[in-house]
């Protein structure tokens, strides 16, 4: 009879050893699906998460969220090639959260944490995220808006004092030439 200790480890397959970058590859092609699809685009959102959940399924915790950071870095340099730093920061942040929240609660629920409570924390980190978001959008807006208020501004006659001024008299008409 032979123990376990015995038996040699299974052999990895060799799609295996490329799943976690095959997956955020897949990730990051749903995601980018948003901009290249103009109406069909908008389910590559939801489904760029697909990848990663399925690798956190089979392989754990630590697998999808590797998937996860490798999908916001393809995401960010195909964002700072496109449109500049600041379009691609914005795009690894969203990225981010639709990735990772939803691999992180099936990273926990693989860990036998309620899957209750689970959902419960990623219905409250979703609604966080949003927020976040909407915050620093507009708090970015706010302050490309500002403008000091020193030194002040040159002021303008009024429209009604500049119109006074540049009035003809009452009676006169322009002479045809």
């Given amino acids: 009879m032979t123990s376990s200790s015995d038996e040699a480890p299974a052999p990895q397959s060799r799609v295996g050893r ?4 095959v997956a955020a590859l897949a990730a990051a092609t749903a995601f980018s699906a ?3 699809v103009p109406l069909v685009g908008v389910l590559g ?6 990848p990663a959940v399925r690798l956190a399924h089979r392989r754990g915790l630590v697998a999808g969220i590797a998937a996860c950071a490798m999908t916001v ?3 960010l340099g195909l964002g700072w090639a496109a449109g500049g730093a600041g379009n691609a920061i914005a795009l690894a942040f969203m990225a981010a959260g639709a990735t990772a929240l939803p691999a992180a609660t099936v990273g926990f629920l693989r860990a036998g944490v309620d899957p209750s409570r689970c959902y419960l924390g990623l219905c409250i980190a979703g609604c966080a995220f949003v927020a976040a978001t909407f915050a620093i959008r507009s708090l970015m807006l706010a302050a490309r808006n500002w403008r000091p208020s020193w030194p002040p501004r040159r002021s303008r006659p009024k429209r009604s004092a500049w119109l006074a001024t540049s009035r003809r008299p009452r009676g006169s008409r322009r002479q045809p030439s």
């Fill in 45 to 50: 959102l939801p489904l760029s998460a697909v």
């Fill in 73 to 75: 870095a393809i995401v």
């Fill in 18 to 21: 490329f799943e976690i970058p």
């Fill in 34 to 36: 948003v901009f290249l």
